[in-house]
Every structure is written in structure tokens, then in C-alpha cells.
């Protein structure tokens, strides 16, 4: 089974910064890599597929980057509405698991 | 509007069964793949289980293989999740998901906002 890793676990960061998650996969995965955003009380939220596709709706501030084992999510100009919780999630192959997820707090 | 609504859930004593289900409305439920996660109390996002469109894909993750069974009805757009046997770690709020095409391995890009299950004595 592929391993998703992020980190880090708990970033924290001011409004107008620009700010990096990472994830990695223990196996290669392509493309096949989607982000999304959770808000406490909140269900997940489709923010970007395969890899660096943005969900229509998404603020254009967020981008993804990445293929293989490698991948990222940039968060540009930080808005109060940005402070969630952050997961990965590879659909290459059964079973579809998600990273243990990023906290970004406010500093 | 794209939705989906989840219920069933409850508190059910560690190895009763309890029966999830998920109603979609405002698109072709038939159409799409679609997926079962939990998220135990302060934790992340556990993917459980998929079926494609066409029920030709059904899919498990280890910790809930030979216990849950997920299924589908095109015709009544609902999606459902048989627990047995559950356990106290079974404890989570459980999401149905709708995944971006017929096939099972696609990213998931409407969910509901979840039933909770509690198990415990």
C-alpha cells in the first residue's frame, strides 16, 4: 500500500504570507494527487486534482505542484478564511489514502 | 444544487452492525463513483471504501475489510454501508463522498457533511 506523508504537521503563519505543505508518497503516484481543505465542524473540500489542477470556485492564490513522490501546495497571500486544515490524497491505486493532514494556525 | 446526505448513525454497542446510507440529489448519482470516509474525534481523514458507477469496482481499506460491506442503488440515488461487527475505534463521523468519475480511483469532489457513529458499552 502507498504511504502519504505531510508536513509539516502544524504550520503557523500570518495573513499575507505565502506558505508552502508538502507530501510525499512512498511510491511513485504521477499525478494522480489531490488537496483539500477542512474547517473545524466542516467536511472536506476539493481545493485541487491531479496534482495542480484548481477545483473550479478555488481562489487562484492556491496552486499545486508536483508528480511522482513529490508534491506541494502553495497557499499565496494568506486570507483569514485560509486557516484549516490541510490533507493530501492519492487516487493512483486501492487504497486511496490520505496524509495525516497540516494544521496552519495563525501565529 | 449538488448534494449529498448521509444518516444512519447512532450508538451501537462494540460488535452490534448498523447501516449507513447516503442520498444524493441535483446530479446523475449513477454516473459517478462513490466513497465512504471517517474521521475519528480530532483525527484525520481515513478512506474506507468506493464503488464504481456500475458496481463493477468495489474496493475496501484493510481495517474495515470483511466487516463493512458498501453498496449502491442508481435508482433510489443512494448509497449505503453495512458495519458489523463494530469496535470502539470504530467510533468516527463517517462521509460519503462523490468521486469525479464512474471509476473508483478519481479524486472526490462533493461530499456530505457526515453521520456519526459512536460504539461504545
Known amino acids: 500500500d502507498i504511504h502519504m506523508t505531510q508536513s509539516p504537521s502544524t504550520l503557523s503563519a500570518s495573513a499575507g504570507d505565502r506558505v508552502n505543505i508538502s507530501c510525499r508518497a512512498s511510491?511513485?503516484?504521477?499525478?494522480?494527487l489531490a488537496w483539500y481543505q477542512q474547517k473545524p465542524g466542516k467536511a472536506p473540500k476539493l481545493l485541487i486534482y491531479?496534482?495542480?489542477t484548481l477545483q473550479s470556485g478555488v481562489p487562484s492564490r492556491f496552486s499545486g505542484s508536483g508528480s511522482g513522490t513529490e508534491f506541494t501546495l502553495t497557499i499565496d497571500s494568506l486570507q483569514p478564511d485560509d486557516f484549516a486544515t490541510y490533507f493530501c490524497?492519492?487516487?493512483?491505486?486501492?487504497?486511496?489514502?490520505f496524509g495525516q493532514g497540516t494544521k496552519l494556525a495563525i501565529k | 444544487e449538488v448534494q449529498m446526505v448521509e444518516s444512519g448513525g447512532g450508538l451501537v454497542q462494540p460488535g452490534g452492525s448498523l447501516r449507513l446510507s447516503c442520498e444524493g440529489s441535483?446530479?446523475?448519482?449513477?454516473?459517478?463513483?462513490m466513497h465512504w470516509v471517517r474521521q475519528a474525534p480530532g483525527k484525520g481523514l481515513e478512506w474506507l471504501s468506493c464503488?464504481?458507477?456500475?458496481?463493477?469496482?468495489?474496493y475496501y481499506a484493510d481495517s474495515v475489510k470483511g466487516r463493512f460491506t458498501i453498496s449502491r442503488d442508481n435508482a433510489k440515488n443512494s448509497l449505503y454501508l453495512q458495519m458489523n461487527s463494530l469496535r470502539v475505534e470504530d467510533t468516527a463521523l463517517y462521509y460519503c463522498?462523490?468521486?469525479?468519475?464512474?471509476?473508483?480511483?478519481?479524486?472526490?469532489?462533493?461530499w456530505g457533511k457526515g453521520t456519526t457513529v459512536t460504539v461504545s458499552s
Open positions: 511510491q511513485s503516484v504521477g499525478t494522480w
Open positions: 490524497q492519492q487516487y493512483d491505486s486501492n487504497p486511496y489514502v
Open positions: 464503488i464504481s458507477s456500475s458496481v463493477s469496482y468495489i
Open positions: 463522498a462523490r468521486g469525479g468519475a464512474p471509476r473508483p480511483d478519481y479524486y472526490m469532489d462533493v
Open positions: 441535483g446530479f446523475t448519482f449513477g454516473s459517478y463513483s
Open positions: 491531479k496534482a495542480s
